[in-house]
């Protein structure tokens, strides 16, 4: 067990759990439980969320090779810092993560001989998603990453993609894209704040308080987080009825949400990691409401 708990450390595998969740509530959201996905698209939503597991895991790794030095401060905790595990064999598994990727997207594919393959039109829409969310995340790790605020908006996105994953997977982005939005600019402020949070160990990196101090980093996290609250609005006036069961049930679960996003920007630019943990809870009520959004 020695052996294998610095690489399952390295997967970061929650992270990686987040994301499959986040595909699986994406597609099942975009049609809705009462009309819901046949059990063929819940086993193709399953293996996409398989893949978004795995390209996660496969960016985490690649984070931690291009990261060893910041680590040494920010996150000494970690193996490779550790030295438990060598940044060339930490390369060479993140690698594998994103080949292994492919495999479940190869088993979607109209031309498999399986009774969860997807129709034409879902398919090359998950994997148009799947291909450039790949892209971005190593794009991201070897250039966006030193760019700062750019590079936080990059992680945003793909932290919303997963919702878009889902979507297309049972042939209905279109319903996600409020949740792609919401989990946007909500990602966008946390990734500020862990910015703040890492201001100390970032050498040779332009993030946003290192560049142009905390009071304007605290001030970009407000806004991202007004601009998350203000969206969430947005199902209840346009496709989910606000009085059933759908529309209760999502609205209750994202007041819930909303409050907590409010609290996790209320005292910046201090208790930095408090407010970074504060995030993460209102991520999971969000996540909450768009379960809640599908029970029409």
């Known amino acids: ?22 595909t699986v509530v994406g597609g099942i959201s975009a049609t809705g439980i009462y009309g819901t996905p046949l059990p063929s698209e819940l086993a193709a939503l399953l293996l996409a969320g398989t893949a978004t597991f795995l390209v996660t895991g496969g960016g985490n790794v690649l984070n931690d090779c291009l ?19 060598s940044r060339e064999a930490a390369r ?21 001989p399986t009774p969860f393959h997807l129709a034409l039109v879902p398919f090359l829409l998950t994997l148009v998603v799947w291909v450039s969310s790949a892209l971005l995340l190593v794009a991201y790790e070897y250039r966006g990453k030193a760019m ?18 889902g979507g297309s997977v049972v042939g209905n982005p279109w319903t996600t894209l409020p949740w792609l939005l919401m989990a946007f600019f909500a990602t966008l402020s946390r990734e500020i704040v862990k910015d703040m ?11 946003l308080p290192r560049e142009h101090g905390m009071a304007t980093a605290a001030l970009a996290a407000r806004v991202s987080v007004a601009c998350a609250i203000g969206l969430s609005i947005f ?28 609290l996790s920007i209320r005292w910046l630019p201090e208790r930095l990691h408090r407010e970074q943990g504060l995030s993460k809870l209102a991520m999971v009520f969000a996540l909450v409401a768009f379960v809640g959004s599908s029970l029409r």
């Open 197 to 207: 949070e890492d201001a100390g160990g970032d050498d040779g990196r332009a993030t």
């Open 67 to 85: 990261d060893v030095e910041g680590d040494r401060v920010n996150h000494p905790e970690r193996p490779l810092p550790r030295g438990e595990i």
């Open 1 to 22: 067990m020695s052996g294998v708990t610095p690489w399952f450390r390295l997967l970061r595998p929650v992270n990686g759990f987040i994301s499959l969740i986040g």
């Open 148 to 165: 700062g605020l750019p590079g936080n908006a990059l992680v945003a996105y793909l932290t919303g993609a997963v919702f878009l994953f």
């Open 235 to 262: 199902p209840l006036v346009t496709w989910l009825p606000p009085v059933s069961v759908a529309g209760i049930a999502y609205l209750g679960a994202v007041l819930v949400s909303d409050v907590t996003f409010v």
């Open 92 to 112: 060479r598994f993140a690698l594998l993560l994103f080949l292994l990727s492919a495999l479940p997207i190869v088993l979607i594919s109209p031309v498999t």
